[in-house]
Nanobody
């Protein structure tokens, strides 16, 4: 059974930092490109960052470039963990953050809420 479990969100002041984690299991996620997505209230889900299977290549939405860093741990085939280090957070980063493959083919997890106060 595929599981995507996000954690690490919270309430932070503008300019602060958070580190999100995503535990992906139930498939050999080490063979997938992975990504972080987010959905703000009243808006559609959007792409935030992606990372290739090897972890060598990353890509970011313009709105987070230079502030967010995606990384991954393919330590074993049973579970892949994907991280999102978020620095210099802004109120417009407030959203529920999700991880999934790229493209997103698995059922979305519950996500983790990030709230940035001004």
């Amino acid at each position: 059974q595929v599981q995507l479990v996000e954690s690490g969100g919270g309430l932070v002041q503008a300019g602060g930092s958070l580190r999100l984690s995503c535990a992906a299991s139930g498939r050999v996620f080490s063979s997938y490109n992975m990504g972080w997505y987010r959905q703000a209230p009243g808006k559609e889900r959007e792409f935030v960052a992606t990372i290739t299977r090897s972890g060598v290549t990353t890509n970011y939405a313009d709105s987070v470039k230079g502030r967010f860093t995606i990384s991954r741990d393919n330590a074993d085939n049973a579970k892949t963990t994907v991280f999102l280090q978020m620095n210099s957070l802004k109120p417009e980063d407030t959203a529920i953050y999700y991880c999934n493959t790229v493209p997103a083919v698995w059922t979305w997890g519950q996500g983790t809420q990030v709230t940035v106060s001004s």
